[in-house]
């Protein structure tokens, strides 16, 4: 399975961003951020066929995931970004149907984006 993340950039605190996530497959998606020192953080998850959602507290009300099955392409819209949302930002796929949080459980990761915030 080949991931790969696109749509990153640079964006001033209260702007948008919208990542993709080219995608074939019955997976269930997530997206994940890593900065530097820090380990893999969870942002976003969706099941297949994209019926249910999970997010990270930090990103609640803010980020929303959807996935366009025919386009096999996963979305992370992200508004009212904050300086704390700077990460590489990445997509992953998992086998298993069921939604987590846990960045071990998925098995296929792609290259990340960039996404930039400034204050």
């Known amino acids: 399975v080949q991931l790969q993340a696109s749509g990153g950039g640079l964006v001033q605190a209260g702007g948008s961003l919208r990542l993709s996530c080219a995608a074939s497959?019955?997976?269930?998606m997530g997206w994940f951020r890593r900065t530097t020192g820090k380990e893999r953080e969870f942002v976003a998850a969706?099941?297949?066929?994209?019926?249910?959602?999970r997010y990270a507290d930090s990103v609640k009300g803010r980020f929303t995931i959807s996935r366009d099955n025919v386009a096999s392409t996963v979305y992370l819209q992200m508004d009212s970004l904050k300086p704390e949302d700077t990460a590489v930002y990445l997509c992953?796929?998992?086998?298993?149907?069921?939604?987590?949080?846990?960045?071990?459980?998925?098995?296929?990761w792609g290259q990340g984006t960039q996404v930039t915030v400034s204050s």
């Open positions: 969706i099941s297949w066929p994209g019926t249910i959602t």
């Open positions: 992953a796929a998992r086998r298993s149907n069921l939604l987590t949080g846990n960045y071990l459980a998925y098995d296929y």
């Open positions: 497959g019955s997976y269930v």
